[in-house]
């Protein structure tokens, strides 16, 4: 079509060239679709089978209903970390989303330096989990991190010992994963807050709106959008979280501090229980499903309109 | 165009001399997939190496670094299922008799009986090795499990006179150590390790017989009889005498203490030696090793490579040299000196071996004639996969809450039995 409208002289070879332009963007996305389809929603099917199977070292291709998912919620191992899933999840996103906001706002204000401190804040985003997860195993650890250094100023009773500790270890997966990720949300709404039109905010100014009052009712709920997207991604964070557990608590105490992607792993590479690992797997993929399944509709509903 | 059909032809020549070289040369040529990838055990591959290459093999390295072995899993797994197996695998215990029911493994009877081996392995490894009667895989070493690492000044300030041999006078020397002021055990809160201690005082309580019928057999009435309470209730004693900052600590890092002086003891497997041997320690002088309480008991740990069944003439004939070798005396002592653990075989020179490994050979000899040698769980060779799992799960659990002793015993049993399947 594009080239009837140019309509530039007839040349040799035209007519390969005018199918090229009318699937040029067809035929580059057309590897990485294929790939995708294949690696991504392929093997999704594939994991999906597995998790009715009975494999155990190797594939076995033979159903065996839901024998492998009775397994994995019948393990304590499990529960445990869908538990903790749980826990880490919700409270992760929370925090950091409402420290991220709380800093955005700060941010807002027209300081000096803003970008420097924008910097600083959203670093750790740069940072594996790996990093991070180390750095705090050390700061948390009672013999050498933050209780060692406050009792060695002269608090002899001060005790932090959280990653020791059975009951509190999967807070300090919070702890470590909200410093990570609260820069990043401040970084998004930053970005949104910047983009609220300054007309309506000096109207609410000339109407002798406070400026506590003109971000409550104004500035943050109208960039609802942002908090939407910001959830998603800290949701699918936490719930693949499995590099930063490994690094920071390695699990412990015990296997209190697992979470269900450390769990599939567990079955699936070190005993052998392919079945069990994949049930799991199933089950992560179902919970990040039912909360983005809702939020695309939502999207996508919003488009139409 | 003319530059590049002459640069084209080169590469059909070249590629067609390579492809000649290896059909017509027949070289024995194995592929080794292993995880040694470190300090003295890359140092002990590479003496393997050279060995095969002086013996007119080609070696192909495929090292996977990682994991403990969980990386190479994924890798061998992928490869057996591509159908091109590499020709020996660095594989454990009961894995071995797992890849051999799938039908993965080689058959080495031919090497076997030529070398000898019958007579030369101590039978609880050729139960490994072995399946259905036929040689599958090849020992590499043995390490000792159930060995206590001490420190003699700290030992001897609190007046504690050598490591003690029943449990009950472990807890009174620890008692006195903790007088002092010192930690009594240096001990790493990670499921291996708390498995490891656990083990050995299930070894040190029951004894041998008990020890198998429990965590090999899986008999619900010894897994759940008095005797393993006892084991649980002194394991939880042990929790006792442990600093406590242990949750997560590396062994090594444990050892470290024992070396500083900052603790008294520590439960681990003769690769700690390793850890005392860089610091330049030397045994029975600087530090102390000694079994952990028990019956003329030994808990062996040991590495092997399975054999995997490849194609083609060099790779078989590579795989036989390689297998052939790996059991040599010569290979045996070299590698065995830098990886800290002992032969798997008899009859090789003791003279350039430590204090701690000559003890251990000993111990070996004593509790094969016994019936006292056992394999480790905690070091997947009595159990793995799931059933190892399900041991390290409730040990760990146990270890880090304040779980009854009871329910311990009932929860291991249930854990265990039904991880069997």
């Keep these: ?305 | 165009m003319q530059s590049v059909r002459k640069s084209v032809l080169s590469l059909v020549v070249l590629a067609g001399s390579l492809a000649g070289g290896q059909s017509f040369a027949q070289q024995p040529t194995v592929e080794v997939l292993h995880y040694w990838t470190s300090g003295g055990e890359s140092k002990a591959v590479a003496e393997l190496k050279a060995e095969f290459e002086a013996a007119g093999g080609k070696w192909i390295d495929s090292p996977v670094a990682g994991g403990g072995g969980d990386a190479q899993a994924t890798v061998l797994r992928s490869r057996v299922l591509a159908g091109d197996p590499p020709a020996a695998v660095q594989i454990k215990g009961p894995n071995i008799s797992d890849w051999a029911k799938e039908g993965a493994l080689a058959d080495l009877s031919s090497v076997g009986a030529a070398e000898g081996w019958d007579k030369l392995l101590p039978p609880l490894l050729q139960g490994i090795v072995k399946f259905d009667g036929k040689y599958v895989a090849v020992p590499v070493n043995i390490h000792r499990v159930d060995w206590v690492w001490a420190n003699p000044e700290v030992l001897k300030a609190a007046g504690v006179d050598g490591v003690p041999t029943t449990w009950e006078g472990m807890f009174e020397a620890a008692e006195k150590i903790k007088a002092t002021g010192k930690i009594p055990f240096a001990h790493g809160g990670q499921p291996w390790q708390d498995a490891t201690v656990f083990e050995a005082i299930v070894l040190g309580v029951g004894g041998a017989e008990f020890y198998n019928k429990a965590l090999g057999e899986l008999d619900e009435k010894a897994l759940t009889s008095d005797t393993m309470k006892k084991a649980f209730a002194y394991f939880r004693k042990f929790r006792s005498y442990v600093d406590p900052a242990f949750p997560g600590r590396d062994w090594n890092l444990a050892t470290a203490m024992v070396m500083n002086g900052q603790a008294g003891m520590q439960i681990m497997g003769d690769w700690a030696k390793g850890e005392f041997a860089a610091a330049g320690k030397v045994g029975d002088k600087d530090y102390i090793c000694a079994p952990t309480p028990s019956k003329t008991g030994y808990i062996l740990n040991s590495d092997s490579f399975a054999m995997f069944k490849v194609k083609g003439p060099d790779q078989v004939a590579g795989q036989a040299l390689l297998a052939k070798l790996i059991l040599g005396e010569k290979f045996q002592e070299t590698f065995n000196l830098y990886k800290g653990s002992i032969p798997a075989r008899i009859g090789v020179k003791r003279d350039k071996f430590d204090f701690c490994a000559l003890k251990s050979m000993d111990d070996l000899k004593t509790a094969s004639a016994a019936g006292t040698l056992v394999g480790s769980v905690a070091h997947e060779i009595l159990q793995a996969g799931a059933v190892r799992g399900a041991f390290l799960d409730v040990v760990t659990e146990f270890f880090n809450s304040d779980m009854p002793v009871d329910e311990a015993v009932e929860t291991l049993a249930e854990e265990m039995i039904a991880a069997k399947g």
């Design chain 1, 1 to 305: 079509m594009t080239t009837v409208a140019r309509g530039g002289a007839p040349a040799a070879g035209s007519e390969w060239r005018l199918f090229l332009q009318e699937r040029i963007s067809a035929l580059v996305v057309a590897p990485s679709f294929a790939l995708i389809l294949l690696f991504v929603y392929g093997f999704i099917l594939w994991t999906i089978y597995m998790s009715f199977t009975g494999s155990t070292l190797l594939p076995s291709y033979e159903l065996v209903g839901i024998e492998p998912y009775k397994a994995m919620v019948g393990s304590s191992r499990f529960s445990v970390a869908f538990t903790n899933l749980m826990v880490f999840g919700a409270l992760f996103i929370l925090i950091a989303m409402a420290l991220g906001s709380a800093l955005a706002v700060l941010l807002d204000q027209r300081i000096r330096i803003e970008g420097a401190l924008r910097t600083i804040y959203l670093y750790p985003m740069a940072i594996s989990f790996i990093v991070t997860g180390v750095a705090w195993k050390w700061i948390l650890n009672p013999g050498i991190g933050i209780q060692k250094f406050m009792q060695d100023l002269g608090f002899a009773g001060f005790e932090f010992d959280w990653i020791v500790d059975r009951d509190m270890a999967v807070y300090t997966l919070v702890i470590a994963a909200v410093w990570q990720a609260s820069g990043f949300v401040m970084a998004m709404v930053l970005a949104a807050l910047r983009g609220v039109d300054q007309e309506i905010v000096k109207a609410a100014q000339l109407d002798g709106a406070s400026l506590p009052r003109i971000y409550a009712s104004i500035m943050l709920p109208s960039i609802r959008p942002v908090f939407v997207s910001a959830f998603v991604i800290l949701m699918h964070l936490a719930v693949k979280s499995f590099d930063l557990v490994v690094a920071l608590t390695g699990g412990g105490p015990g296997f209190q501090s697992t979470l269900p992607a450390n769990f599939m792993y567990e079955m699936t590479f070190r005993r052998n229980q392919i079945a069990v690992g994949s049930a799991s797997a199933v089950f992560m993929l179902a919970i990040v499903l039912a909360i983005i399944v809702p939020y695309l509709y939502s999207e996508l509903r919003q488009q139409k309109r």
